[in-house]
């Protein structure tokens, strides 16, 4: 096969090929396709996003669960289906079965609201993740994709901030307090350790900060930013451990103190959106972190390209999973206090500090 009709046929493969290849099937005219093709993109690209955040976090909590199992020496779920593995879309039935109740003293449409305000950025922000090699695998590859992120991620404080208030609970007002303050905090040291990679990589698109860490040092050591960000991501790490509200950070829905937190009067599909919310953000910092930090889709050495990309990337963001799950399953609950301090006196400092060190480095390359 020629370089022309290898490149056809890699075109064919993508979506806008595939829908072409479709069109010309129907004999549906040029220029009615040429009409239809973007919002049709854009409503096929939204499904297959909603479709595979969906799935993630099923087998996420799934995963959730062994893992904590294994650490904590229990077994885990091993009942509905093979190895357990229908334990998760059990619980979702059975979630979405449940009444769906709105208090009567709450505030209707802010209480009905709140939830997909959470929900909603934890899915826009998968628009800018570049799963894979080439533009067809990234919904969209901005120019400003670090920026948009940074934008999106600040959005679910609004909907936690509407859930606790609408509510009419004392207790859902106190975790919605809290998720205020932990969450503005911690968005703090995970931007400033997001900059270092930007100024690196000379560019905020995604896809651009993946190619800047192509290559290897010595011919053997991959040319990934973690090389010189080690600091970045572990300040990047322990703040996504605040924003995914995971333990030792999920003071805003400490059991033992706020019953559930922000979310204590929600129940049914509302109170699944929260859930959802949850899971879908740790992979999501997770993915991030893989971009910035560990090469995302690139092989760790080039004599590994045959394998896809995209296993690439998701085997990456699958060890960060694992390395947050391990975190959560160990380390007990810190004060409030503590996590503050934490945050605004050693975190953002360190994350300064670490700025200054990539200033350095651009500097002298």
Do not use: C
């Not at 979506?15 to 040429?34: M, S, Y």
Request: hydrophobic share 60%.
């Amino acid at each position: 096969m020629g370089p022309s009709n290898l490149a056809g046929a890699l075109y064919i493969m993508t979506l806008t090929g595939i829908i072409e290849h479709i069109f010309q099937w129907l004999h549906v005219p040029a220029h009615i396709g040429d009409a239809i093709m973007g919002p049709l993109l854009m409503l096929i690209d939204a499904v297959i996003i909603l479709a595979f955040i969906l799935f993630v976090v099923l087998y996420l909590i799934y995963g959730l669960r062994k893992i904590m199992g294994w650490i904590q020496a229990r077994i885990g779920p091993n009942r509905v289906g093979p190895y357990g593995l229908a334990q998760t879309m059990a619980d979702a039935l059975k979630l979405l079965m449940k009444e769906d109740i709105v208090p009567r003293m709450a505030d209707k449409w802010p209480f009905i609201v709140a939830p997909i305000i959470v929900f909603v950025p934890a899915y826009m922000v998968y628009v800018v993740i570049p799963f894979g090699k080439g533009n067809g695998w990234v919904a969209q590859d901005l120019n400003i994709g670090v920026l948009y992120i940074i934008a999106i991620l600040s959005i679910p404080i609004v909907g936690i901030i509407t859930a606790g208030w609408a509510s009419n609970n004392k207790w859902s007002l106190i975790g919605a307090f809290r998720a205020a303050a932990q969450m503005i905090s911690y968005e703090v040291p995970l931007v400033l350790a997001m900059v270092p990679s930007v100024m690196l990589a000379g560019s905020m698109s995604m896809q651009r900060i993946i190619g800047a860490q192509s290559g290897t040092y010595f011919h053997i050591l991959p040319r990934w930013f973690i090389a010189s960000q080690i600091v970045g991501f572990i300040v990047f790490l322990i703040s996504a451990l605040a924003e995914s509200n995971l333990t030792p950070f999920d003071i805003m829905e400490a059991e033992s103190e706020l019953v559930a937190g922000f979310n204590t009067e929600y129940s049914g599909m509302k109170f699944a959106f929260f859930f959802l919310a949850e899971f879908a953000g740790m992979f999501t910092l997770a993915a991030i972190a893989t971009t910035l930090f560990f090469g995302g889709w690139l092989p760790i050495h080039p004599a590994l390209s045959f394998i896809p990309p995209v296993l690439w990337f998701l085997a990456k963001t699958g060890v960060i999973i694992f390395v947050l799950m391990w975190i959560r399953s160990t380390l007990p609950r810190v004060r409030v206090d503590q996590m503050m301090n934490f945050g605004w006196k050693v975190l953002i400092p360190i994350a300064l500090l670490n700025i200054v060190w990539t200033g350095f480095i651009v500097l002298k390359t």
